[in-house]
């Protein structure tokens, strides 16, 4: 019995050290060579080096001076990361298409799009990824289509020229993913900060 045991233990201690010591920290290590900025969360500093957010995690904009991003599905608390005591944390719905509870998140959400732009001529629909949530509720993203929904009321609320809230949102309109995966996105932080620096 202990003949098999004494294997059987080395074997577990050879293994945790390696996988959960050595790896972990071979890993980190590259990363913070290769890739220190993706390794340290994507964030974005302001010149006095203050943290305003990451490219990964999208934020919270509800004032009509600023692009808004898709909306959270946690609501009040939006973009949070996941608390066990309170079993809360971004996510998708996972509420179905027929569900009440989906078409009235949707519906407040076109209420409040309308009430910040009410003088504009809408000609066009209102872009999916403005009102519903995505999968993980974090996308810091969104579509060209939502970028350009929203170019009227940014200029009016800024007093900025319409082509010049356009030229930014092309200027900062990325695209796909190694040339042919996804779609053309705009990252909605990277967006705001621009606005905020043309004032």
Not at 74 to 92: C, P, Q, R
Not at 157 to 164: E, Y
Request: net charge negative.
């Amino acid at each position: 019995m202990i003949s098999q045991l004494r294997p059987a233990f080395f074997m577990l201690l050879i293994f945790t050290v390696i996988t959960g010591i050595l790896y972990p920290l071979a890993v980190t290590g590259i990363a913070q060579v290769v890739f220190p900025h993706q390794a340290n969360g994507s964030l974005i500093t302001t010149k006095d080096g203050k943290a305003v957010g990451s490219e990964l995690i999208g934020q919270q904009f509800d004032d009509p001076k600023y692009f808004w991003g898709r909306i959270s599905a946690t609501g009040a608390f939006a973009y949070n990361a996941f608390n066990a005591e309170a079993l809360a944390g971004s996510s998708g719905s996972n509420y179905g298409p027929l569900n009440p509870a989906l078409t009235d998140m949707v519906q407040a959400r076109i209420d409040a799009l309308k009430a910040a732009d009410p003088d504009a001529l809408r000609t066009l629909p209102i872009p999916v990824d403005l009102v519903t949530a995505s999968g993980s509720g974090l996308d810091p993203h969104i579509s060209i289509a939502a970028a350009l929904y929203q170019v009227h009321r940014v200029a009016t609320a800024r007093g900025l020229d319409v082509a010049q809230v356009q030229a930014l949102v092309d200027k900062y309109t990325e695209g796909r993913q190694f040339g042919f995966l996804g779609e053309p996105h705009v990252n909605v932080l990277l967006l705001n900060l621009a606005l905020d620096g043309l004032q």
